[in-house]
């Protein structure tokens, strides 16, 4: 396992260990959970296992209760259970927001680089400032990430979103409705984290530049409008800025 410094921040990077991926739109998982029929009115964390095994993709808890038939409160009490459960085995439970997924876990992510015959490319110095910036202050703008970083970041929250390390949230209300950039699952799966709760804290020079007053598209009430569409290719990370 090997570390870089983030801008001040200590990140652990380990190899991916992910055995199931991508990220339907929101508009197909209400189609698909509207579609659903109605389960049987329970849901036992063995089921739940089994139902985020075969999933194709992450699962939406909504989508979870409906097709369990089950309230959203026994949906989330049956994904507390299965998070601790795993917590010590080779799958982990990984959530993002609404959504939940099975994942291998950190500590094997080496393992299973070698037998897929690949390992975690690199990223590059401004690649993971950009990505701590991302991480920490999502959803934010690209404007935002040039101001704390000081340089043009085009290029670089590109490559992000061809890794599929950053998508686009949606758009900001400030002016010219710029996009929201955030994580997702390959985030967390790339630095084996469960949940962006796991982010490591910030030191009190670091959280005042992050966090440094003047942020027009934030400071206006910016949310989310729509999911957008995120490359999945993978690709090599060597420019600069």
């Known amino acids: 396992m090997s ?24 508009a197909e998982d209400s189609a698909a959970a509207s579609a659903a029929p109605a389960g049987p009115g329970e849901l036992t964390e063995a089921q739940l296992e089994a139902l985020l095994f075969v999933a194709e993709k992450p699962l939406a808890r909504a989508e979870i209760a409906l097709l369990a038939g089950v309230d959203r409160e026994t949906v989330d009490a049956r994904i507390g259970d299965l998070a601790v459960s795993l917590a ?13 997924e099975l994942a291998t876990a950190p500590e094997a992510g080496a393992l299973i680089a070698r037998y897929v015959g690949t390992d975690a490319p690199r990223l590059s110095s401004p690649s993971l400032e ?20 000081g340089v043009d970041s085009e290029y670089t929250i590109r490559t992000l979103l061809h ?26 799966e790339r630095f084996g ?13 670091i959280a005042e530049r992050l966090f440094a007053p003047g942020d027009e598209e934030e400071a206006s009430g910016g949310t989310a409008a729509g999911t957008g569409s995120v490359d999945t290719a993978a690709g090599s990370d060597g420019g600069a800025g």
């Open 3 to 26: 570390s870089e410094d983030v801008t001040g921040l200590e990140i652990e990077v380990q190899a991916p260990g992910i055995v199931k991926r991508e990220e339907a739109d929101e």
């Open 88 to 100: 010590e085995r080779g799958i982990h439970l990984v959530e993002s927001g609404e959504r939940v």
């Open 130 to 149: 950009t990505l701590a910036i991302v991480a920490y202050r999502q959803p934010c703008t690209r404007a935002t990430i040039e101001r704390i970083r």
């Open 163 to 188: 890794r599929r390390l950053v998508a686009e949230l949606g758009r900001s209300a400030a002016p010219g409705r710029p996009i929201l950039y955030g994580t997702g699952f390959d985030f967390l």
């Open 193 to 205: 984290m469960t949940s962006l709760d796991e982010l490591p804290p910030l030191d009190g020079p």
